[in-house]
C-alpha cells in the first residue's frame, strides 16, 4: 500500500480543500493558446488564468516562496516561483519545475453533462479542459514544497516556470529563459509535468517525446468558384491537386512517411523498452482509442507502440476553402487549405524537416497550380538522458511508496518543446519528465479530466525527488 506519511497528509488535505476549488475555478477560463485565439491579449483569458493561478500560488502560507507572474511585450505572460534552498548544503543546487495554464480549444462533442469550460467531479476524476493539460502543474508542485516543508525534509533551490503557449508549440517561452536565465541559474535536474501515464498504478518516466511540424498548405487554382458544370473536369481540382501533394509527404495506403528527412532509426535500446512494457502491459501499452468496429491496428503492440512514439505519422487537422456539406452548392472550387501535423521522431531534426516538407510540396506543382506552405515554428523532439543512480533509486522507492508498484519509463507521442530547448541550454542537468495524462484522459479531445488520485501521489513523488536532488 502507499505511504501515508506527513507529505502524503499535506497533499491530500490540500488537493481536497484548496486545490481542486481553485483548479475548479481556472477550468471555467477559456484561455485559449494563441494559435487558437490569436486576439489572446484582447480577450484576456490568458491573463485572467495567470491572475488566478498566480494569485493563488502567491497567497500560500510557504515560508520563502517568491512568486511573480512575468510579461514580455507581445507575449503571453509565465508564473515564476522561487523558494530557496532549505537545505544549506545545497543552497546553490537548483531544481527547475515546469508546466503550463494555456488550453486547447474544445474540438469535438462532450458528453451529456459535461462542457469544456466547467468543471465536473465524478468520483476520481475532474473532467474539464485544462484539468489535466496542464492546469494540475502548479498545484502538483506546490504540494510538493508544502508537503516538504511540513514534513521538515530539507531540499535545495526550486524554481518554477508555468507558462502560457505551450499549446502553440511554446513560440514565447524562450524569450522568457533568456529574460530569466540569471534567476534560473543552471538547473541540475529538470522537472516537467506536462507528460502521461500509460497506467494509473505507478509513477511513469516519459523517456522521449516526438517532434511536431504543424503547416497550412494551399492549393489555388481559380480567382473565384465556378458552376461546375461549366469548369468540372476543364479546371483541375485543387483538392485532387492537394491529394497528389500529400502523397508526395506519405503512402496513402500504409501511413508511411516517405520523406527522409522526417524520419529517422529507433535507437536499440528504446526498441528494448518497447519491448518489455509491451510484453509486461500487453495492449494496454500502445493505448486505448475510441476506435470503430473494423479498424484495423497493427496485431503486434510493440510494433503499435513504435509507431505512436518513434515513427513520423501525418494528420490533417484542419481545412478552408471546403463549405459545410449543407451549404455545398455545385461550385468547383477555387481554392483548398489543408492544416497538416506531421509528428516527427524524437531524434530528428525539425528545422531540416520542415525545409524538406515545403520543398517536397511546393516544387513542380501539379498542372502549375499555386501551391503555398505556411509553417510554423517546429518543435523538436527529446530522448532523455539517461538517469542518474541516485535518480533511479528514489524513482524506484517512490513509485513503490505512492503508488505501491514499481516505476516504468516509455516513449511519449507528443511535444514539449520546453524539453529539447532545456536540454540543449543545460546538457549536463537531470530530467524527469512525467504527468496525469494516462487511459481516457484524451487531452486535447472531448472530455479531458484529471485522475485525481494520481495528481496526488504524483505531487508527493515530486516532493520524494526534490528532497533526493543533490
Excluded at 510538493?144 to 499549446?167: C, Q, W
Excluded at 536499440?268 to 501499452?285: K, L, N
Aim: hydrophobic share 40%; net charge negative; proline share 9%.
Amino acid at each position: 500500500m502507499p505511504v501515508r506519511d506527513r507529505v502524503a497528509e499535506v497533499v491530500e488535505s490540500a488537493f481536497e480543500g484548496d486545490y481542486l476549488p481553485r483548479l475548479t475555478e481556472y477550468t471555467s477560463i477559456a484561455c485559449l493558446s494563441p494559435a487558437f485565439d490569436p486576439d489572446w491579449a484582447r480577450s484576456g483569458a490568458i491573463a485572467e488564468a495567470a491572475r488566478l493561478l498566480g494569485g493563488f500560488a502567491s497567497g500560500r502560507a510557504l515560508p520563502g516562496l517568491a512568486v511573480e507572474t512575468v510579461e514580455l511585450a507581445g507575449l503571453t505572460p509565465v508564473i515564476l516561483l522561487e523558494l530557496a534552498a532549505t537545505d544549506p548544503s545545497r543552497a546553490d543546487s537548483t531544481t527547475l519545475a515546469y508546466g503550463h495554464f494555456d488550453k486547447q480549444p474544445p474540438l469535438g462533442d462532450w458528453r451529456a453533462g459535461l462542457g469544456p469550460f466547467e468543471a465536473v467531479r465524478e468520483g476520481d476524476r475532474l473532467y474539464g479542459r485544462g484539468t489535466a493539460d496542464d492546469g494540475y502543474a502548479l498545484f502538483a508542485i506546490l504540494g510538493a514544497l508544502e508537503g516538504l516543508a511540513a514534513a521538515g525534509r530539507p531540499h535545495g533551490r526550486v524554481v518554477a516556470i508555468i507558462e502560457g503557449s505551450e499549446e502553440s508549440g511554446s513560440p514565447h517561452l524562450d524569450a522568457y529563459l533568456d529574460h530569466l536565465a540569471p534567476r534560473i541559474g543552471s538547473p541540475g535536474l529538470v522537472i516537467c509535468l506536462d507528460s502521461g501515464c500509460t497506467t494509473y498504478d505507478r509513477l511513469w518516466v516519459t523517456s522521449s517525446l516526438r517532434g511536431v511540424l504543424v503547416a497550412t498548405l494551399r492549393v489555388d487554382v481559380m480567382d473565384e468558384g465556378v458552376h461546375s458544370g461549366h469548369a468540372g473536369g476543364v479546371v483541375p481540382s485543387p483538392f485532387r491537386i492537394a491529394r497528389q501533394l500529400l502523397s508526395r509527404l506519405e503512402d496513402e495506403r500504409t501511413g508511411e512517411i516517405l520523406l527522409p528527412e522526417l524520419t529517422s532509426a529507433i535507437p536499440e535500446h528504446r526498441r528494448a523498452e518497447i519491448g518489455e512494457v509491451a510484453a509486461e502491459f500487453g495492449a494496454s501499452a500502445a493505448g486505448a482509442f475510441p476506435t470503430l468496429p473494423g479498424v484495423e491496428l497493427a496485431p503486434d503492440v510493440a510494433t503499435r507502440v513504435e509507431a505512436g512514439t518513434w515513427r513520423a505519422a501525418l494528420s490533417i487537422i484542419g481545412q478552408d476553402g471546403l463549405p459545410p456539406g449543407p451549404e455545398g452548392g455545385n461550385v468547383a472550387l477555387p481554392w483548398v487549405a489543408l492544416k497538416l501535423s506531421v509528428r516527427l521522431p524524437p531524434n530528428c531534426d525539425a528545422a531540416a524537416a520542415g525545409q524538406a516538407l515545403e520543398r517536397a510540396l511546393t516544387e513542380d506543382p501539379p498542372s502549375g497550380a499555386t501551391v503555398t506552405v505556411e509553417l510554423e515554428t517546429p518543435a523538436q523532439g527529446w530522448d532523455s538522458p539517461e538517469p542518474a543512480p541516485w535518480l533511479r533509486r528514489v524513482l524506484e522507492a517512490s513509485s513503490l511508496d505512492r503508488f505501491g508498484a514499481p516505476p516504468r519509463s516509455l516513449g511519449l507521442g507528443g511535444s514539449i518543446p520546453f524539453m529539447a530547448s532545456l536540454g540543449r541550454r543545460f546538457p549536463a542537468a537531470q530530467f524527469l519528465a512525467t504527468g496525469v495524462l494516462g487511459p481516457g484522459s484524451n487531452a486535447h479531445g472531448p472530455n479531458e479530466f484529471l485522475h485525481i488520485p494520481t495528481a496526488k501521489a504524483l505531487s508527493c513523488s515530486v516532493a520524494d525527488v526534490l528532497a533526493a536532488a543533490p
